[in-house]
DNA sequence: AAGACGAAAGTGGTTGA
DNA sequence: TCAACAACTTTCGTCTT
């Protein structure tokens, strides 16, 4: 792997965390997002002949992708060379053969090749890094084989897919999200979701509230300090045992609003409940519960404190200028 | 006036008989 | 298949800053 950034454009500095399944690199100084579409250069080695000949590997012809509707190899019934080894029984079954490779194939084929347009086209909205572009793919690939899509819309299908690879990858996006992304009702993705997963027995781990930590943050624009603290708060809270059961994505909008009120960087409940999708009155049961579990009362006064004298230091030297 | 808070009723989904 | 149930939402009135 390679990278072109070295500096953080924002701060120069140069520790940058570079997270690779969600494709971010990340300025441990000032918390900049720097590159969320990173280019894999890294080579890629495949065996390109199973049988005979040379062993060992070659890089050649195009990488193996799940993007593409047939996985960039087309496969063919034998090749016309060898017919001249054929008796006449023998040629028939092969045509046959060829013939039924066909008429399955392209029925799958063209249904694959829409399907991944609009893969695309839902990944590239919602800005999903290859891999999981790439995840889902394949996870519609083994739906379309095992003959889950009949009955079902292609596009729930391909929004269920993303749904899971998402959460695969620890960069969950949540359902409304998808939603609006693919125009398929939420509780349709949700149970095309549900079922391709069981159905293929992809086991998918409940999802993280801190996994949405970060985006949630960012698009508030709170510090990084404040995003820690916010995830440092849910640690402790799935200590309580205050996140099972709740919805992820409201247990992460309460402790970043806790976070920021700790740290001088107040947002209203609504902003905070917007960015999330939840309601205030959610942010409101689960911040409760945080107070009361653990002890966060007489810690935030503390905090706030402190806040208050930075901010005093501040001012002064403002009016000194 | 805006935001925070809390109560009450409603919604959609899960679970277990 | 149905009822009980928990989590979450919507709505609305009241309190606080």
Redesign the pocket.
């Known amino acids: 792997m390679q990278y072109f950034i070295k500096k953080c454009p924002e701060c120069s500095g140069d520790d940058l965390f570079i997270n690779r399944d969600k494709g971010e690199i990340i300025c441990r100084a000032c918390g900049l997002v720097i590159e969320d579409k990173m280019v894999d250069a890294g080579q890629e080695w495949r065996e390109f002949e199973a049988e005979g000949g040379e062993t060992g590997r070659r890089r050649s012809g195009a990488p193996m992708t799940y993007t593409q509707f047939d996985q960039g190899l087309g496969t063919e019934v034998g090749q016309k060379a060898d017919l001249f080894n054929l008796d006449s029984k023998d040629r028939n079954k092969f045509f046959r053969l060829r013939k039924w490779q066909y008429r399955i194939s392209t029925a799958i084929e063209r249904n694959l090749k829409l399907a991944l347009a609009e893969l695309k086209r839902v990944s590239s909205f919602l800005k999903l890094p290859k891999s999981v572009e790439e995840e889902a793919a394949m996870i519609y690939t083994q739906a379309v084989q095992r003959g889950l899509v009949r009955g079902r819309s292609m596009e729930s299908v391909v929004a269920g897919a993303l749904y899971a690879a998402c959460r695969r990858h620890e960069v969950p996006r949540t359902l409304d999200e998808l939603s609006e992304a693919s125009n398929i009702e939420?509780?349709e993705i949700?149970r095309t979701y549900?079922f391709v997963t069981r159905e293929l027995g992809i086991s998918i781990l409940p999802s993280n509230p801190a996994d949405y930590i970060a985006r949630f943050a960012s698009s508030l624009k709170l510090n990084p300090e404040t995003q820690s603290k916010a995830v440092e708060i849910l640690d402790e809270a799935q200590h309580e045992e205050l996140t099972s059961?709740?919805?992820p994505t409201?247990i992460a909008a309460a402790a970043l609003y806790v976070a920021a009120l700790m740290h001088g960087e107040?947002r209203?409940?609504?902003e905070v409940a917007d960015v999330a999708?939840?309601?205030?009155?959610?942010i409101?049961?689960?911040?409760?519960e945080l107070l009361d579990k653990l002890d966060l009362e007489r810690r935030m006064k503390e905090e706030r404190k402190k806040g208050r004298r930075k901010k005093l230091v501040v001012n002064t030297k403002k009016g000194r200028r």
Do not use: F
């Open positions: 939420k509780k949700g549900r059961g709740r919805g409201g107040k209203t409940q609504r999708g939840v309601t205030e009155v959610t409101r049961n689960r911040y409760k």
